[in-house]
């Protein structure tokens, strides 16, 4: 066995001989209960949701476990729906939409810093969210492709602020294996309205978290158990008109405000497979 398979090794090995045949040990599991779990497992991989699924009851202690050593600004999941390549945005920055994009305007804006609060120049902010209808592009083909997905970077204090949408609430997949499974152990599928981000700075430990709002459906009973109380923000409403006139629209908009604290990077294990 190479010796760069070590890490991988040890994690087999404890998953199967201490959990999986354990459990099966311990609940008496039958060979008939044993091929419906094979058949179910196979059902999902053909679905292509092993991603969802495992994002859905996994991904939340993976998180836990991380967040735990690093400190900073709290994690979040990253979730299935993260796409790599979106477009890099230029000033003033407005996140990818179409022209009749539904929803209510929204301003997402912030301060980065490090922990000893010296504000940094230069983070880049990946961030990607739900339209007005619960779906996402590039998951769902009836968004266009990289709609409410880009990347900005914050100025010379270290602060950012991107125009987009309000997202909103909405159900993960319900008729695939893993909203099957959800409603088979007495859950919802609903996940309560937030943004995804992705903090990056060559000196500093990447940040993948998720931002909620003050109210919101779902906040309090997530069907993923992701929500952090202290990532919870308020959705302030500007219905003023020569408030609104002001940044040249003809409608209310919100303005969500989050900070963040990183911390300097780290080198982490990669397995090989």
């Known amino acids: 066995m190479a010796a760069d398979n070590e890490r991988l090794v ?5 998953l199967v001989d201490n959990y999986l045949k ?12 044993y091929r419906q779990a094979v058949k179910f497992l196979e059902k999902t991989g053909n679905s292509g949701e092993i991603p969802l699924m495992m994002d859905v009851f996994l991904e939340t202690t993976v998180d836990e476990v991380a967040y735990s050593k690093w400190g900073g600004s ?3 999941i990253e979730g299935p729906f993260y796409i790599e390549g979106a477009s890099l945005l230029e000033p003033p920055y407005e996140l990818p939409r179409r022209d009749d994009e539904p929803g209510d305007v929204m301003f997402f804006c912030g301060q980065i810093c490090d922990q000893e609060g010296n ?12 339209d007005a209808n619960g779906v996402y592009s590039n998951i769902f083909p009836s968004v266009p492709e990289f709609n ?38 007495g859950s919802h599928t609903w996940r309560p309205a937030h943004i995804h981000l992705t903090l990056r700075h060559e000196n500093f430990q990447p940040l993948t978290t998720q931002i909620y709002f003050e109210g919101g459906e779902w906040v309090d009973d997530d069907c993923v158990g992701g929500v952090k109380d202290d990532l919870v923000a308020r959705l302030e409403k500007h219905d003023d008109p020569s408030d609104y006139r002001q940044r040249g629209l003809d409608e209310p908009y919100y ?18 497979l």
Not at 148 to 177: C, H, M, N, Q, W
Not at 255 to 271: H, L, Q
């Open 10 to 14: 040890e994690l087999f090995k404890d």
């Open 22 to 33: 354990e459990f099966i040990r311990k609940n008496k599991v039958t060979p008939t209960e």
């Open 74 to 76: 709290s994690t979040a």
């Open 119 to 130: 504000p940094l120049k230069g983070v880049e902010l990946d961030m990607w969210q739900c």
């Open 148 to 185: 409410l997905r880009g990347r900005f970077y914050t100025d010379e204090e270290g602060r950012f602020e991107v125009r987009s949408i309000v997202p909103v609430a909405y159900e993960i997949p319900k008729e695939g294996p893993t909203g099957q499974l959800l409603r088979a152990i």
């Open 255 to 272: 303005i969500v405000n989050y900070d963040f604290v990183v911390v300097p990077a780290r080198e982490e294990v990669e397995v090989p």
